[in-house]
């Protein structure tokens, strides 16, 4: 089990980032909110602000269930599997464009995340809209932390702890770990590989957010890279 991390974190955050970018020649950005609402603590050499990809799916799901509950099992689907024709049901339930991105803004709003604007327009040819929003890693651990206190996010904190084989690398080797990932190339085809949630601690569930830019660009090479990263995080954490 992982323990909250101490006021001095930042300095062994920062050496396990510099540790995983030297063995795998990756580019690193993590974040972690402890449990006593402290401000989140980023390290790595990646800049902490990356399009989303999937794991907007998060709140985009929250805004859709409390439009229509009904949407559960659309819900799921978006979530465990991150299956995008999904997501883009959740999405149409939130009306057009600039309202869907406004439910979704509003969601991360509750949590004090007024900085991330949610990208209202498709903007690359065949990515959704709303996977391109820019979204900083410690802003996410943030809202991890605070997921469980967002109203209509039981759902989807349940299936948060139920992601299919093939995608339960990283975070989901961390037992009772609840999280969703992201993942997807830039215009060159290097791909960003990025994951957040809740890893569980003594004194309760810490917020994390984790991205990678593998060496070689591959997404293979991203979840190798990001599961080295979220075992490192697991035993630096204690």
Do not use: C, H
């Not at 604007?117 to 802003?139: I, K, L, Y």
């Not at 299936?159 to 037992?175: F, H, K, T």
């Amino acid at each position: 089990m992982a323990s909250i991390p101490a006021p001095d974190s930042a300095a062994a955050l920062t050496q396990l980032a510099a540790d995983v970018e030297a063995r795998t020649g990756a580019q690193v950005s993590l974040a972690v909110a402890p449990v006593n609402g402290a401000p989140a603590v980023q390290a790595g050499s990646l800049a902490g602000v990356q399009p989303a990809w999937s794991t907007i799916k998060v709140p985009l799901s929250i805004a859709a269930l409390r439009a229509d509950p009904s949407a559960a099992g659309t819900m799921r689907q978006a979530i465990t599997a991150s299956d995008n024709a999904a997501a883009e049901a959740l999405w149409a339930m939130l009306g057009a464009s600039d309202a869907a991105a406004t439910a979704v803004g509003s969601i991360l709003a509750t949590t004090g995340d007024t900085a991330t604007v949610v990208n209202p327009e498709v903007t690359r040819p065949g990515f959704s809209a709303f996977g391109q929003t820019q979204w900083d890693t410690a802003a996410q651990a943030s809202f991890a932390r605070q997921l469980p206190t967002i109203t209509g996010a039981d759902q989807v904190l349940a299936a948060m702890g139920s992601i299919v084989a093939g995608q339960d690398y990283g975070l989901g080797q961390i037992s009772g770990t609840r999280f969703k990932g992201g993942w997807g190339p830039d215009e060159s085809g290097r791909y960003l590989v990025r994951q957040f949630g809740l890893v569980p601690g003594t004194q309760g569930e810490i917020g994390v957010a984790l991205a990678v830019v593998p060496a070689d660009g591959t997404y293979e090479s991203g979840q190798a890279a990001l599961t080295e990263l979220a075992l490192g995080l697991q035993e630096t954490l204690g």
